[in-house]
């Protein structure tokens, strides 16, 4: 910036002002020296006070003009020096002036366009950042010179080096010269001479950089892992939202997109109360409430989504505590365990079929082993009552041929009740009353049992049936 661009309205006189005032003064002097020899005696004393005032007022004007040329240069002074050449090296700062053209770089950011601070100055200021930024910068240097403060996110790239960020910050330098004296107006035209700004006048910009590579960096870095895991919660069949405090949805995912049949920017931000009907609404109020006080909150519930069909979640109401120890949301985490509730509804469904099945069958077996133990008794008696006669008729006098057939009888009647003695037996077993007992057996006798047992009836059909036992 040069010294004669600073400027402002109504200041003191310049040089130029000097020049036209000083020869108006220099002869009206002289006229009034002039004057003396002219005028009688009684006008002499006036002649001599016009000479001496025109000659202070030269004296007067060329002090105020000297003055005015070092406050000027004083300021020019300021603005070509100042912050930059306070600040360390290593700083990322630029000075523009009003006209857009850079007037102080810092060693820093000089070093790191790969320049000297002496091949920056006086470039235009948009160019400091390179042509991707270019656009960019001057909007910003023009929105400071307005008396803005501008910030910019910009990516520095370089031919050998990995690409940098700078955060960018353009904020307007402002005059801060004491007030001078008031002076007169200065006239308007070709001839009228640039003067001092006042304070806070606007005569220039300063670009402030800082390197957030390492930072944006970080950011990308967590920006990628943050799309792997929405990409990943999106895919896995589990509805998942976070609730804050005042009960408002601050993200689902797709699964609960799909539950609530809204996208998520439709659901973001909104109550939870707005989003469910009054029925589920009072089901799940108290339990986020009792999540909010710090507590998990394990829950299974059965609701019927939007085509009508059942539904059954299991999951928890998980609370979010900050770093203070306050509770400042509340993460929902619930499965679809549709088909396995019903698979659990038909199974308990068969097991109620299978247990009254099972009832019935234990009736029917115990019936009939009432029946048989009934029927038992009732055939017994009256085989007693055959065993008996044939016992008194094998007492009797028979002949040879009688007495076989009455020992057959006798042994078929012992055979049928040893039977119906099997048949309680069967039905003790089934009672748990069985008792065993040891007997004496003889296998030849009982042989011939059965062959005296059969004879007859083979008989009849002109058979014969004998046993030999070696």
């Known amino acids: 910036m040069t010294r004669e661009s600073i400027v402002r309205e109504g200041a003191e006189p310049g040089p130029a002002d000097r020049q036209r005032s000083l020869p108006v003064l220099g002869a009206l002097?002289?006229?009034?020296?002039?004057?003396?020899w002219v005028l009688p005696g009684r006008w002499e004393l006036l002649a001599h006070t016009a000479?001496?005032?025109?000659?202070?007022?030269?004296?007067?004007?060329?002090?105020r003009g000297r003055r005015a040329d070092d406050r000027r240069i004083s300021a020019a002074a300021k603005v070509e020096r100042a912050p930059v050449a306070r600040l360390p090296a290593s700083a990322l700062v630029a000075q523009v002036d009003s006209a857009g053209r850079c007037i102080e770089v810092s060693l820093g950011l000089a070093t790191l366009l790969g320049l000297e601070p002496d091949d920056l100055r006086g470039a235009a200021a948009n160019e400091l950042l390179g042509p991707l930024n270019a656009n960019?910068?001057?909007?910003a240097v023009r929105k400071a010179l307005g008396g803005e403060c501008v910030g910019l996110h910009s990516q520095l790239l370089h031919a050998t080096r990995p690409p940098l960020w700078l955060r960018v910050a353009v904020a307007p330098i402002r005059e801060s010269v004491p007030a001078a004296p008031e002076a007169t107006a200065q006239p308007a035209g070709d001839d009228a001479q640039a003067v001092v700004p006042a304070p806070g006048a606007i005569i220039g910009c300063e670009i402030v950089a800082t390197d957030v590579t390492d930072l944006q960096r970080t950011i990308e870095t967590a920006q990628r892992g943050e799309r792997r895991l929405r990409v990943i919660m999106d895919q896995?069949?589990?509805t998942i939202s976070y609730i804050d405090a005042e009960l408002h949805y601050r993200y689902v995912n797709r699964a609960q997109e799909q539950w609530l049949g809204r996208r998520a920017d439709e659901v973001v931000g909104q109550p939870v109360r707005d989003l469910v009907d009054d029925e589920v609404w009072a089901?799940?109020?108290p339990r986020l409430l009792?999540?909010?006080?710090?507590?998990h909150v394990p829950l299974e519930r059965h609701r019927i989504d939007r085509n009508g069909n059942p539904v059954w979640h299991s999951g928890r109401h998980v609370p979010d505590v900050n770093d203070e120890g306050q509770v400042i949301g509340v993460y929902t985490v619930f499965f679809d365990i549709t088909q396995r509730a019903v698979a659990e509804r038909a199974l308990l469904e068969r097991?109620?079929?299978l247990r009254t099945a099972k009832e019935a069958a234990e009736n029917a077996s115990r019936a009939k082993s009432e029946f048989l133990a009934n029927m038992s008794h009732e055939i017994r008696t009256p085989m007693n009552g055959v065993l008996g006669l044939t016992e008194l008729l094998l007492e009797t006098p028979l002949d040879s041929q009688q007495r076989p057939f009455v020992e057959t009888v006798r042994s078929s009647g012992e055979s049928l009740m040893s039977i119906i003695n099997d048949i309680l037996d069967f039905s003790k077993i089934e009672a748990g009353k069985l008792e065993t007992e040891t007997l004496d057996f003889d296998l030849y006798q009982s042989v011939e049992d059965v062959v005296q047992l059969l004879a007859p009836r083979a008989h009849s059909k002109q058979l014969e049936i004998a046993c030999r036992i070696d």
């Open 136 to 139: 960019a910068l001057a909007e």
């Open 29 to 36: 002097a002289l006229a009034s020296l002039a004057m003396e």
């Open 236 to 238: 896995i069949p589990v």
């Open 290 to 295: 009792e999540a909010l006080k710090g507590h």
């Open 283 to 285: 089901d799940i109020s």
């Open 51 to 63: 000479a001496a005032a025109s000659v202070l007022s030269m004296l007067w004007m060329w002090q």
């Open 351 to 353: 097991e109620a079929e």
